[in-house]
C-alpha cells in the first residue's frame, strides 16, 4: 500500500491539478481521481488475486511524470519500428498527444478523430459510452487512465458500414531523458452490422529510455458489428505497459483479436470481453515472446451474460533468458446464459532454465447448459525433433529457430492484414537470435 | 461391504436421504467447552504424552491464536459459512471405557458395535471380510483394532495415534509435523494443537502389507469437533494401501471437522490412499451438516517412491480439502484421483497440489466434480515445477458435470513452471449430460435416473475404478443416493 500511496499523492497529484483539459471531459475525470483514492492497489502482495503472478512495484516506484508535448519524429523513422500502410487510416499520438503530421484523414463513411477536439455531436455520441463500458473499470490503472483523460483517438463507425481500410492507432513514445508516463486512450463504437479493422500498436523510439505506458482501449460493438483487431505491444525493455482493452458485446456481434507482445520490463495485457447480447461472438488469440528479465501477463477475462454466446481464447508463449510469463485466463458464466462455448488455450514454450511461466486457466460457471472447457500446456521444444532434424544435418540454432518459427505461426499466421503480417514477422526474425535453446547440464 | 448402504435411521434431522444419520448413546468424556492453553494440557495429560508433545501442541496453539487474531481462517476458497465460535466447541469427547481399553471384540461396549455394525464396519464378520483391518475411530479414540497379530508378524504397525505416542515415540517424533509442519495453515495449526487420536501405521523396509488398513471415522457428539491425525510411513521398499471412510450422524448444528493426514514413502515405497467421504451433508435446505476443513499430503521423499491419493467426496457441508503430494526424491510419482460431488447446498472447494522437487518426477490428476442443485463445486490445483525438477511431467485431466440450472462449478487451476524440460498438459471441460445419452438410454426403457446414474458411472469410471474393489462398489452407490432426485 505504502508505494501506491506515495504514487496517488506524490508526482501523480501534481500533474492531476495542472492537466487542462476539455471541458466535457472533466466529471468523467473527476469521478475518476475521486474512486482512484479508495481503489484497490495493485502492489498488493497478499491475497491480491488480480495481480498474484505480476509484482508491479517496480513500477509503481519510479515516479513517473506526465509526458508533455514534444519534438515529433519523422515519419521515416516512425516506420522503421512500427508498422505502417499508406492505405490505413492512422492516427498517430506522441506521448499521449496527437501528430498531426504522423496522421491521415479518415475516408469513408468512418468517423475518426481526437476526443478533445471532438465536435458538439461527437461528443455526445462518445459521452454515453466513454468510461462506461463495464464495472471492471474500477481498476487502479483504468481509473488513473481516466483521470489523466484529456485526449485520445475515437472512431465512429457508422450503422452497416463495411470499411475494409484498417484504422491504425498509434502510440509512440519519444526518447524521454526521465521517466515519463503517458495514459493513451481509445474509444470505439461500432454501429449495428458494421464492419471494420484496427490495429493498435504502442512502441517506442528510444531503445533504452524509461516510460511508462497506461492504455485504456474501449470497443462498444453494437448488433451485428464485427471488428478485426491487432494489438501489437512492441516498446523498449526498460518500459512499463499497462494495457487495458474492454470490449462490449451487444446481440451476434463479433470481436476477432490478435495481441502480439514483445518487449516491456513489465508489461500487461488486460484483455475484459462482456457479453451482453445473445449469440455474441469473441475470439481472442495472442503470442508473447519474452526474454532476458522481462515479464509478460496476460490478464484476460470473458463475462458470458447472455445466452448463445462463444469465446475462444488462444496464447501462446515463447520464453527465453530469465523471463517470465502469465497467463490468467478467466470464463464466467452467469445464470441464464445457456447454450455457451467457451474455450481456453494457453500453450508455452520455455527455453532456458531461468525462464517462468505461470499459467491459471479458469472456469466459473453458473448456468447448466453449456459447453466450456480449458487447456495449458508448458515444455521444452520436443528434444526427440530436434535430434532428428540434427540428425539430418541441421545445426542446432537452426533447428532451434524451426520449430519455435512453427510455434510462433499458429497465432501469426492468423494475421488477415498483409503489412502488419510482414511487420510482425520482421520484429519476430530480428528477436530469434536472442531465443536459444539452453538445454539444463 | 454393501450392507453399509442399507442401515437404518434412528433420531437426528428428518432426512430421509441421509442414512447413515443414527445418534448412539455411549457415555462421553467431555472436557468443557472451548479452546485455551489449559484444554491443550489437559488432552494431552489425558493422553499422558510426553513433555515434547505437549511443547509441540502448545507451540501450534500460539501460531493458531496469533493467525486468529490477525488474518483469521482462510478466505480464498469459494466455500460460504457463518463465522465458527471456536470457543464454543468441544474439544475433546472420548468413550468412557477408554481407560480400560478392551482387548478384544467381545469387550467392545456393545452399543458401540451396534453403531459400527450400522455403519457396515463389519468388525464382527472379519472372515468374510478378509483382507480389510480395522482401526476404528469413535469420537477420536480408537477403540478395537483387528489384524493387528498377522500385522505385527511382518513388523508392521497399525494402530491409534495415541498408543504409537506411547509404544513407538522415536517414530512419531521423527515423522510427525515433517510433511505438515503446525504452521502450515490455520485448521493444521488448530488440529496439532487439539488433536485427539487418529491412525498411526508403519511398514518396515521391504514389506509389502498384505491387507489394506482400513480406518472409520466417524462424529457422535454433538457440538464437537473432530480433529483426527493421520500419520503413514512406508519405510524402503515398502508399500501400503490404506483406506478410510468417514461418515457423522444427523445433526441440527454444524460440526466442525479440521484432520491433518500426513504420508511419508521412502526410497522405493509406495502408499495408496482411499478416501469415501460422506460426512452429513446438511438438509436440503441447508441446515446442519459437517464443515470438513481437512489439510491432506504426503511426502514422496525417496527416490522411485510413490504416493496416490483417491478421494470420493459425496458428504459434508462444506469440504475444504487438497491432498498434496510433494515430489521430493527423484523419480517419484504422485497421483490424484477426485469424485466431488455438491448437491442441494453443499460447498466443495477441493482439489490437488504436486510440488515437483526431484528430477524426473511424476504426476497425475484426475478430477470429477459434480454440481447438483444448489451446490457449488470448486476443482482448485496446483502443479509447481521447482528449478531442480529437470524433465518432470504433469497431465491434469479436470471434468464438471452440471445438473440443473442452479449449481455452479469453477475451475481454478494454478500451473507454475521454473524448468523448461518440465512437460505439462493441463485440460478441462464442463457440460451437462448429454441429452443425446439420456434420449438413447431413455428410448430402450430406462427411467431419467437410472439413465442418469448409469452415465454418470461411466463418466467417473476412471477414478472409481482406482478404489479397492468393496469401495468401488460403495462409491457408486453412494454417488447414485447423493444425487437422488437431482435430474436436469
Known sequence: MTTLTRARTGPFAADYAALKAAAWLTPARERAWERLQEAASPSERRGNERWKYTDVRPLTSVPYRLAHAGALPGLAE?????????????????????????????????????????????????????????????????????AFLSDGAYVHVPDNAVEERAVHLLFIASPATSPRVAHPRTLVIAGKNSQSKFVESYVSLADSDQHFSNAVTEFFLDDGAQVEHYRILAENEKSHHIGNTRVHHMANSRFNSISFAIGPAIGRNDHHALIDGPGAETNLSGLYMTTNGQHMDNNISVNHEKPHGTSRQYYKGILAGKSRAVFSGIVVVKPGADKTFADQKDLNLLLSPGAEVDTKPSLEIFADDVKCFHGATAGHVDLDTLYYMRSRGIGLEAATQML??????????????????????????????EFRLEVPK | MTQRITVSREKGIEDKSYKWGFVTDVDTDLAPKGLNEDIVRFISTKKAEPEWLTEWRLKAYRYWTKMEASAGAPKWAKVEHPPIDYQDMYYYAAPRSKDDRPKSLDEVDPEMLLAFEKLGVPLKEREQLAGVAVDAVFDSVSVATTFKETLKKLGIIFCSFSEAVQNHPDLVKKYLGSVVPTTDNFYAALNSAVFSDGSFAYVPPGVRCPVELMTYFRINTEGSGQFERTLIIADKGAYVSYLEGCTAPSRKTTQLHAAVVELIALDDAEIKYSTIQNWFPGTKDGKGGVYNFVTKRGKAAGRNSKISWTQVETGSAITWKYPSVILQGDNSTGEFYSVALANNRQQADTGTKMIHIGKNTKSTIVAKGISAGYGCNTYRGQVKIMPGADNATNSTRCDSLLIGPKCVV???????????????????????????????????????????????????????????????????????????????
Open chain 2, 410 to 488: 469453477n475451475t481454478v487451476p494454478y500451473i507454475e513452471v521454473r524448468n523448461p524440460t518440465a512437460r505439462l498438459e493441463h485440460e478441462a471441460s464442463t457440460s451437462k449430460v448429454s441429452d443425446d445419452q439420456m434420449f438413447y438410454l431413455q428410448s430402450r426403457g430406462l427411467s431419467s435416473e437410472d439413465a442418469q446414474h448409469m452415465i454418470i458411472t461411466g463418466w467417473s469410471r476412471e477414478v472409481i475404478k482406482e478404489l479397492p474393489f468393496e469401495f468401488a462398489v460403495e462409491a457408486n452407490q453412494l454417488l447414485k443416493v447423493s444425487l437422488e432426485g437431482a435430474v436436469a
Open chain 1, 78 to 146: 516512425v516506420k522503421k519500428i512500427a508498422p505502417w500502410d499508406d492505405a490505413w487510416t492512422t492516427l498517430t499520438f506522441v506521448d499521449g498527444h496527437f501528430a498531426p503530421a504522423l496522421s491521415t484523414e479518415p475516408t469513408g463513411r468512418v468517423a475518426a478523430g481526437r476526443l478533445a477536439t471532438a465536435t458538439a455531436s461527437v461528443q455526445s455520441l462518445l459521452e454515453a459510452r466513454l468510461a462506461k463500458v463495464q464495472a471492471i473499470d474500477e481498476e487502479y490503472f483504468t481509473l488513473l487512465n481516466t
Open chain 1, 404 to 433: 519455435i518459427r512453427g510455434f510462433a505461426a499458429e497465432v501469426v499466421e492468423r494475421i488477415k492484414l498483409p503489412a502488419l503480417a510482414r511487420y510482425v514477422e520482421g520484429v519476430t526474425e530480428k528477436m530469434l537470435p
